[in-house]
């Protein structure tokens, strides 16, 4: 969670200079494995971590750069135990409840996520991260309606604020609800016209809604944008066929191609050339290409 990273980075720059003569031997290592934490070797972070003084330090902030690294590697048993140290050193400090509820939430334990959030926001009411974590927990749980209450509510905090339109617009395409969703992406791109996936999600509620020219010029602006977005080309493909541009989607399925890495989904993407490789040909030899 980002307000994890960023309480973090500000709380280090006070420990550097916060060492008694009595912690000297921890704080050697503890300075390591913040260089380790910082620099995104998190392996070697928990290692320094591990050590016996570092351990038996008084301070929190190792504990929850040990909680983060573990998070990184997704051991969240043992994220979720690093977080509780360091809150039982600094019991007042809502990034050590933010990193424990995203370690319960991937383990399933959304009560206990819950609870972490709802301490952080004790702590912090006006928060809006935290706020936003306690929405996606919801979302994912499956609440629905609490979310888009939660989301509304983090909307009314901070105006300017474009993620939580794009998430409620997520939310009404889960429950089919499209032109919701389409004006909850609209507000999001009044607030940021370049927040991530915005053009795919517009796409998808124009496609949900069977506007395919609508929702081919917003895949295609995305695109645009994205050089390097696979699954775009393959919406263009898709929203292509349907209008029965058979050439066309076979031009975006190619341009996916060679965008795409995974050899599994490369293969999916071959096995799909090679299906609309003869409506193209037919379409070339009737002359009936439809224009874009």
Known sequence: MNLVLVLLFAGAAAFAGSLGAGRLKASGQIREGMAQYY???????????????????????????????????????????????????????????????SAYQSLGRYDLAEEDLRAALAI?????????????????RGKIDAAIEEYTEIARRNPALAEPYFQMGQLYLRRGQADEAIESFRACGMKNPRYPKLANAVGDAFFKKGLLEMALRAYQGGAANDEKDADLR???????????????????????????????????????IRKVEPDCRKQNKGGSRPKR
């Open 124 to 140: 912090w009411p006006d928060n809006s991260e935290t706020r936003l974590a306690l929405a996606h927990l919801n979302a994912v």
């Open 234 to 272: 393959l919406k263009i493909a898709n929203t292509e066929h349907a209008l029965g541009q058979f050439c066309d989607a076979q031009s975006a399925l190619e341009a996916a191609r060679d965008l795409e890495a995974d050899a599994t989904r490369r293969a999916s993407i071959l096995d799909l």
């Open 39 to 101: 620099a995104g070797r998190h392996e070697a972070a928990v290692q320094v971590f591990r050590q016996a003084a570092v351990q038996a330090s008084p301070d929190h902030l190792p504990r929850m750069e040990a909680g983060a690294s573990y998070l990184h590697l997704g051991f969240n048993e043992l994220a979720a135990r690093e977080f509780g140290e360091a809150l039982r050193r600094s019991p007042w400090f809502p990034a050590a409840h933010l990193g424990r509820a």
